[in-house]
């Protein structure tokens, strides 16, 4: 290897995802999508650990503050694995990856990624009819396996749902939950959550975290604002759970699951082209007047709502990092619902996403800094 080992800053040095600021879309958009097709297939074949490596070279390379010109440069930086620099020098060197090229164009990850792109197909799932030879919907459907409720859903709305919401689509389907939710309950309030919290431009689906100042208040709020939705004639479709959570002596409501416990509900929405709403792509497949969009509803109590917000922003690895940083640097247990103390054996309370940080011992990164 040619030259002396450059010492990298400590900024950049971090090891942990949320330690560090990570804008988006980052300085090396090349390099980022290309680690993100092998992340992600190797997260549809099942293999975590695989799948987690590639997302933390991934995060690693969007929070440098330039773009990566030589291997050289990366030299004493953390989280870029020997199989992560070999793509990222055939990238640098030839502007393209053979075995990302390689995976995109393989039948099993066009298969896998578009049965999990249906709304309720999960990785089990899509494999189990992928190795039964399913690789379309049309062999879904002559295929004679019968769909629940959501994966009819997904099916039904399958262009509209894989066709990214826009910003403006976001902020109409605001609109639409704030008029609701203010109806069925005054002074509660609605907060936009997930990516479009971290300033993306487009995204899956839309976050909402809904909570109100007097504790108690947003108990069975979920079923009201669904009933208010359906009598409207906004939903297409949702699914919809009651809140499980209790702080328990084990401490931060099962950290080691990353489902929370908090009301909720999974849905689709039916977003009109109408006057509050004037993005281009407002038509639906097929050319009707309305697109169906998937939105997220949780409901927190005002005493979780920090750690519910921290936890519904993400990004998925930012979340994941900030618990593991929790864990491994700090004896502490972090959910979306509570922060535990191991060595002190009690709870931390915080109002704010500021307090979580600091009680963690990080510097605070903004939302749009959790791109990682
Ligand atoms: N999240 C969570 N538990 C879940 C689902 C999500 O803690 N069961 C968190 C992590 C995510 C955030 O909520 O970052 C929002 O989830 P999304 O899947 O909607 O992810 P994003 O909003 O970040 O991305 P996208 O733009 O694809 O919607
Ligand atoms: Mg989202």
């Known amino acids: ?75 004493g930086l953390p989280c870029l694995g020997d199989h992560s620099r070999r793509v990222i020098q055939d990238l640098l060197e030839n502007g393209v990856s053979s075995e990302v090229e390689e995976t995109k164009s393989s039948p099993r990850y066009k298969a896998m990624k578009l049965l999990t792109g249906i709304f309720g197909v999960g990785v089990k799932t899509a494999k ?47 609109v639409m939950v704030e008029g609701v939710v203010h109806s069925v309950l005054p002074g509660a309030r609605v907060t936009l959550a997930g990516g479009f919290r971290r300033g993306k431009m487009s995204g899956h689906d839309v976050d909402f975290l809904i909570t109100h100042p007097d504790e108690g ?79 997220d509803l949780v409901v927190s109590p005002i005493s979780q709502f920090a750690f519910a917000l921290l936890g519904w922003t993400g990004s998925k690895l930012f979340e994941r990092e900030t618990r593991r940083w929790a864990v491994r640097e700090r004896s502490m247990s972090l959910s979306s619902h509570a922060l535990y103390d191991r060595n002190q054996e009690r709870y931390l309370r915080a109002s704010s996403e500021e307090e979580i940080f600091a009680h963690l011992g990080l510097e605070y990164v903004s939302p749009t800094g959790r791109n990682a």
């Open 1 to 75: 290897q040619q030259g002396d080992p450059v010492e990298a800053p400590a900024f950049l040095a971090a090891s942990y995802a949320c330690q560090r600021n990570t804008p988006q879309p980052g300085h090396n958009t090349l390099l980022t999508a290309a680690l993100s097709v092998l992340a992600e297939s190797a997260e549809l074949n099942g293999d975590e650990g695989r799948g987690l490596a590639f997302r933390r070279s991934e995060g690693l390379l969007r929070s440098l503050d330039r773009r990566v010109q030589g291997l050289a440069e990366l030299r």
């Open 128 to 174: 189990r009819w992928f190795t039964e030879g399913i690789c379309s919907l049309a062999q879904l459907e002559t295929s004679g396996h019968s769909l629940n409720a959501a994966q009819q859903a997904g099916v039904c709305y399958y262009t509209d749902l894989n066709q990214p919401v826009s910003r403006e689509e976001a902020d109409a389907v605001s």
């Open 217 to 295: 208040k947003e108990e069975g709020l979920i079923h009201k604002i669904i009933a208010c939705l359906e009598s409207r004639g906004l939903l297409l479709y949702q699914q919809n759970t009651r809140n499980t959570y209790r702080e328990s002596a084990k401490g931060a409501g099962r950290p080691s699951s990353s489902m929370d416990r908090f009301e909720r509900c999974f849905s689709i929405f039916k977003l009109t082209n109408d006057s509050s709403y004037t993005a281009d792509n407002g038509t639906g497949s097929g050319g009707r007047p309305w697109r169906a969009v998937r939105v």
